[in-house]
């Protein structure tokens, strides 16, 4: 199956400071991503929804401002999380969503970023 | 609005027990299920899905029946084993959004 992956896999820094993630379509094109946060013990909730080459669509309560995201091409998009603070640290998820025959589409999860902010 | 509902977990069987997994869902409309499985380490995989009523998604001996009369999709194996071992998510998607539940840690054990 079509394989997604995401860099880093787990990061650490101080409060204050800006994080960059990115997520990668490795042999697909994606016109649309999805970023997802998951705390402990709960599900995945979507922040956003990415697309190529216009700004991300963003969920109710999701702040613009603090989670940047950038798809500036097809198989790359980026989640950077400005200012970070500790009730920021949890564990981010991207997935790329593909266009199968027939008009139905499919969703690629990447392994998912743990971030933690000290 | 939409929501989906699954059991906690951890769920401990040994080889060859029977699984099942609740899932039940509060959707506007006719929602597509789905349950997905993460392996430690790895993204999240779709498992099996189903698109309408009394629709049977099935997969490496997975099954689930869309039950619109009790907006159920429950998971089901006859004989796990050892290698299933990883948390399953249901979820629902009405547009090309999916909603998730909060995951399901199985653990066989031989």
């Known amino acids: 199956g079509a394989v997604v992956s995401q860099h880093p896999s787990w990061v650490i820094c101080k409060s204050g400071t800006s994080v960059k993630i990115e997520c990668r379509s490795l042999d697909f094109q994606a016109t649309t991503m999805f970023w997802y946060r998951q705390f402990p013990k709960q599900s995945l909730m979507l922040m956003a929804t990415?697309?190529?080459?216009?700004?991300?669509?963003?969920e109710q309560g999701v702040e613009k401002d603090k989670f940047l995201i950038n798809h500036a091409s097809l198989t790359l998009s980026t989640l950077t999380v400005t200012s970070a603070h500790p009730e920021d640290s949890s564990f981010y998820i991207c997935?790329?969503?593909?266009?199968?025959?027939?008009?139905?589409?499919?969703?690629?999860f990447g392994p998912g970023t743990r971030l933690t902010v000290l | 609005g939409n929501s989906v509902t699954q059991m906690e977990g951890p769920v401990t069987l040994s080889e060859e027990a029977f699984l099942t997994i609740n899932c039940t869902y509060t959707?506007?409309?006719?929602?597509?299920l789905f349950w997905y499985v993460q392996y430690p380490g790895e993204g999240l995989q779709l498992l099996l899905k189903?698109?309408?009523?009394?629709d049977k998604g099935s997969n490496k001996g997975f099954e689930a029946t869309y039950r619109k009369e009790t907006t159920s999709f429950h998971l089901e194996k006859g004989s796990v084993q050892v290698s299933d071992s990883a948390v399953y998510f249901c979820?629902?998607?009405?547009?090309?959004?999916?909603?998730f539940g909060t995951g399901t840690r199985l653990q066989v054990f031989p």
């Open positions: 997935s790329a969503r593909v266009r199968l025959a027939g008009g139905k589409d499919t969703q690629y």
């Open positions: 959707a506007t409309g006719y929602p597509s």
């Open positions: 189903a698109t309408k009523a009394d």
């Open positions: 979820a629902l998607s009405r547009t090309d959004k999916l909603i």
């Open positions: 990415s697309n190529e080459g216009s700004k991300a669509t963003y």
